[in-house]
């Protein structure tokens, strides 16, 4: 059973930062077998988007809304992803979810960890 563990959430004021880790355990092989890593975000009353995305081999993808300020990352060798978020804007605020994809079929999902950036 494939289980990921968000953590690093918390409140901060607008331009702030903050770095999110994404804990994957029982992966049968290398954590290089998860072929993407991804952060999404929920705000209260939106549709779930896509953050960000980084394959097994390091290519990442990012929404325009983010692109400069947030860097994802992992580390195969510690079974971890990371988001690494930078001035910190108030509609920023969501929960955040960790997500892993195995192709060609298994679908992974974190329980979620609140970023609240005030004003």
């Known amino acids: 059973q494939v289980q990921l563990v968000e953590s690093g959430g918390g409140l901060v004021q607008a331009g702030g930062s903050l770095r999110l880790s994404c804990a994957v355990s029982?992966?049968?092989?290398?954590?290089?077998?998860?072929?993407?890593m991804r952060w999404y975000r929920q705000a209260p009353g939106k549709q779930r988007e896509l953050v960000t995305s980084?394959?097994?081999?390091?290519?990442?993808n990012y929404a325009d809304s983010v692109k400069g300020r947030f860097t994802v990352s992992r580390d195969n060798a510690k079974n971890m992803a990371y988001l690494q978020m930078n001035n910190l804007k108030p509609e920023d605020t969501a929960v955040y979810y960790c997500?892993?994809?195995?192709?060609?079929?298994?679908?992974?999902w974190g329980q979620g960890t609140q970023v609240t950036v005030s004003s």
């Open positions: 997500n892993a994809l195995r192709l060609p079929a298994a679908d992974y």
């Open positions: 980084i394959s097994n081999g390091g290519r990442t």
């Open positions: 029982g992966i049968s092989g290398s954590m290089f077998n998860i072929n993407f």
